[in-house]
């Protein structure tokens, strides 16, 4: 029996850039939501503080009424969790390299999340920012927080608090950090393999940081070998298909067989089985797990690796 419907001119573009990201939306897995986070209700206090803000406004994009109060605390801990170290906890840029969002023109611009999601779903990989895996809603919980900061802020481009000491990258401890690779990492990487002379493809410390923090992005061409999401996709028969996965949603699966061939499979409930393996996914999940130290460590020993 054929096991699935063949398409012979699917479009494979589509799979390129940007495929593990839109397919976790589409399995509506979000792994980076922090436990506790809940989908907020409550108006608060709203009204008075609208008016307040706006007489205090002191440029447009800050005439805006404050958002709910129960969305902007639940922005403030996905931020924290998410963004936090790369935009810093005041917003203004983090250890990680993340430009200062209270004078981006994309956050003054935006409104309502919508600038700013595909941002966060991957739009800037290319120039130094990971896709984060986040569903809608949670971006525009983050994005409400992030409003309100801006709105709160004593007015567009307002200098840095002074006394705080430019970010050292380089304050963490080698030792401990190559004690932490060897625990989370060498699973999946060696510092005589792929990693070997890693330090010298990466001489600035801070850029050296972004990667691995990042796992490095796709860039334009294709994704790696290593970073190829497969899938598999067992019949009630127990007939069993694998390959590159290529498209998936509720309804159908489609994957590149080894000899290149596509393979579409409806999908009804559970039936038949489908299992995406995404070798990327435990380096994204690592971000919400690290600490600030485990990074600064992690980052004095992959200096080492000249
Ligand atoms: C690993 C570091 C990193 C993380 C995590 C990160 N960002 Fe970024 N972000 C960057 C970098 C680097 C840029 C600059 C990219 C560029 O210049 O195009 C950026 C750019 C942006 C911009 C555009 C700023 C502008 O004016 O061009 C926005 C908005 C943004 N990030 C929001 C977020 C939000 C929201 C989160 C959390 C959900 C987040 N970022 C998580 C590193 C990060
Ligand atoms: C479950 C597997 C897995 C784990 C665990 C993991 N990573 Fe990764 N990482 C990857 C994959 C896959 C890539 C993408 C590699 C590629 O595209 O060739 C990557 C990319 C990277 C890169 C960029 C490599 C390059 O050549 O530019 C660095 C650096 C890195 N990871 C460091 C780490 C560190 C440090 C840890 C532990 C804190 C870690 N990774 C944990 C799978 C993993």
Known sequence: MRAGRRLGSFAIAVAVIGMNISLLHLLGQTPVAPAGANQGGGRGSAQSAADAARALATFPAQQRPPGDPALIARGKSLYSVSCQACHGVDLRGGDLGGPNL?????VLSDQDGELIQPIVHGARQSTGMPAVTMSAADVKATATYIHSVVGS?????????????????????AAAGQQ???????ACHSVAGDLKNFA???????????RWVSGGSAGRGAPSERRTVTVSVTQPTGERAEGRLIRIDDFIVTLAAADGTLQTFRRDGGSPKVEVHDPMQTHRDLLSVYTDRNLHDVT??????K
């Open 102 to 106: 209270l004078r981006s023109q994309v």
């Open 153 to 173: 802020s004593k007015g567009q481009g307002a200098p840095p608090d002074t006394g705080i000491p430019p970010p050292n990258i380089l304050v963490g401890d």
């Open 180 to 186: 932490y690779f060897n625990e989370k990492c060498t």
């Open 200 to 210: 010298t493809r990466f001489p600035d410390p801070k850029a050296l940081q972004n």
């Open 300 to 305: 004095a020993y992959l200096v080492t690796l």
